[in-house]
């Protein structure tokens, strides 16, 4: 069995948001449906406050998968739930490959999982 914190509450007193934080990420829209603060999802996932706040503000191009995956189980969500659109499309670490491979030329045989 996984373990899964209580949202909501914090020591017997009900969460809150923060002051004036808007939510302009699917990672801040989750966080505030849940009841929890910046501070204490940074701290519940292992992340330091700053960073978590990069993540959340989409200021990284690049989020790490297991910044975002120990997010989604703190939160009890998908992992999907949180993945924004963009990061969803092709990123070009390479000039010479500005765009996904061809799949007729580049799979060898279908994937069956």
Do not use: C, H
């Amino acid at each position: 069995m996984l373990w899964r914190p209580r949202l909501g509450s914090v020591g017997g007193m009900p969460a809150r948001r923060d002051p004036g934080t808007k939510a302009e990420s699917r990672l801040a829209r989750a966080r505030m449906a849940r009841g929890v603060t910046q501070e204490e999802l940074a701290d519940a996932i292992g992340v330091s406050l700053p960073t978590y706040r990069r993540l959340e503000r989409k200021q990284t191009n690049n989020p790490g998968l297991r910044y975002l995956m120990n997010a989604a189980l703190a939160l009890g969500t998908d992992l999907d739930v949180l993945i924004e659109d963009e990061w969803r499309e092709w990123m070009v670490f390479d000039q010479q490959r500005p765009a996904p491979p061809m799949p007729d030329e580049f799979w060898r045989r279908p994937y069956r999982p």
